[in-house]
């Protein structure tokens, strides 16, 4: 079956560091990836969406400039919390999808904690 | 964006009873998937299911795409079925609030 690895699983940091969390398709190509954020106890937040080759499309509300995000093949994406601050603290968890009409596949999440 | 709606929000039940969860949607979609996130947060792919029906053992799955709602039977609960189901709709893939399943022993 279809396989995301993320990494890494969990990081720990203080104030002020950029954090990149990398989502790969490790058996397929992945035209379009996905970025979430889940806070306890609550539902998936889509945060954006990237095709590869092209910008990401940010959700409103999320900042471009703190959560940089990269598609630059079929199989790998990255996330780039940027200066993070506490309130980043979260469960962040990708996805990829081959074609439009075929399921998304996550990886495990990376709980990130800002010091 | 789609707009995608679960219930109940809670659901507590006894080892051995059957269960329906149910998924709207706002607008007709082409994808619709039903996940369970474990306690560890990982997500465990269920059903990809925008139309029909599907069956996995004691899991089954409808989605009336027309009417714009799918659901998830579970049969035979088991504790190791509780944990918080999601559906989620829609090009961009948005998630309901989920159904928190709890099943005692």
């Known amino acids: 079956g279809a396989v995301v690895s993320q990494h890494p699983s969990r990081v720990i940091c203080k104030s002020g560091t950029s954090v990149k969390i990398e989502c790969r398709s490790l058996d397929f190509q992945a035209t379009t990836m996905f970025w979430y954020r889940q806070f306890p106890k609550q539902s998936l937040m889509l945060m954006a969406t990237s095709n590869e080759g092209s910008k990401a499309t940010y959700e409103q509300g999320v900042e471009k400039d703190k959560f940089l995000i990269n598609h630059a093949s079929l199989t790998l994406s990255t996330l780039t919390v940027t200066s993070a601050h506490p309130e980043d603290s979260s469960f962040y968890i990708c996805?990829?999808?081959?074609?439009?009409?075929?399921?998304?596949?996550f990886g495990d999440g990376t709980r990130l904690s800002i010091l | 964006g789609i707009q995608v709606e679960q219930s109940p929000p809670d659901l507590i039940l006894q080892e051995g009873a059957n269960s329906t969860l149910r998924c709207n949607f706002s607008d007709s979609v082409n994808n619709l998937q039903w996940f369970h996130q474990n306690p560890w947060g990982q997500l465990i792919n269920l059903f990809y299911i925008p139309s029909g029906t599907k069956q996995n053992g004691r899991l089954s799955a409808t989605t009336v795409a027309t009417e714009r709602y799918s659901l998830l039977y579970i049969s035979s609960s088991q504790t190791t079925d509780s944990g918080v189901y999601f559906c989620a709709s829609g090009n961009d893939m948005r998630f309901g609030a989920g159904t928190r399943l709890t099943v005692k022993p």
């Open positions: 996805s990829a999808r081959g074609d439009y009409n075929q399921p998304q596949h």
